[in-house]
């Protein structure tokens, strides 16, 4: 679905919503949503069975709210908060606890095992890793503006940050991917040279 499409797909789903047709609204919402839901939270989480668990939690969040959808952002935006939110709890359950019996290597094995791409699909690992090299809130930008296909009005909206702040994230976030390519390039043209 195109971003121009995206508000007239989802008046079908709000006319619904008017007249308190929630079921019927939440039957078009599922199919049209669930990919978009499940790439932003594999992207927050970095692991496909939580994330598969979060997207089902999101969609349980989104049936219990529906009657309360006010109507004052669009659907997807809307959505979208709705998602962030799911992985945030997620990850404060998750947030290590400090030790003082020095268990950081126990740590450091979960966030690796955390981390790990599908190792099936090298175009996919190769920007899963590029991205995770990135801050969170980068990586927030970019999976939005360019993985969801939002506007930048949009993505600051999702963000709750202001438009100008967005535009840096999105600049810095695509500079420092620059960066990461040519690295890994320099990196994999030594390794040949070496062999």
């Not at 049209?32 to 970095?46: A, C, E, I, Q």
């Not at 969040?61 to 945030?88: E, V």
């Not at 976030?173 to 960066?179: G, S």
């Amino acid at each position: 679905m195109t971003l121009a499409a995206a508000p007239q797909a989802d008046a079908d789903v709000q006319a619904l919503l008017q007249v308190k047709k929630y079921r019927e609204a939440f039957s078009l919402l599922l199919p049209r949503y669930r990919d978009k839901v499940f790439r932003l939270t594999f992207s927050m989480l970095r692991n496909h069975a939580m994330a598969e668990d979060t997207t089902q939690d999101v969609f349980l969040r989104i049936w219990r709210a529906l009657p309360g959808y006010a109507g004052q952002s669009s659907l997807s935006t809307w959505i979208y908060a709705i998602s962030r939110n799911a992985c945030l709890s997620e990850l404060r359950k998750k947030r290590p606890t400090v030790s003082m019996d020095g268990d950081e290597d126990e740590y450091d094995a979960e966030v690796a095992a955390l981390a790990a791409p599908d190792p099936d699909d090298s175009a996919t690992v190769s920007v899963t890793q590029m991205l995770d090299k990135l801050p969170e809130r980068y990586r927030q930008a970019v999976t939005l503006f360019y993985m969801e296909d939002k506007s930048y009005e949009q993505t600051a909206e999702s963000l709750g940050l202001p438009l100008g702040t967005v535009k840096a994230l999105l600049h810095r976030a695509r500079k420092r991917l620059i960066e990461l390519t040519r690295e890994s390039e320099t990196d994999q043209s030594e390794s040949a040279l070496d062999a």
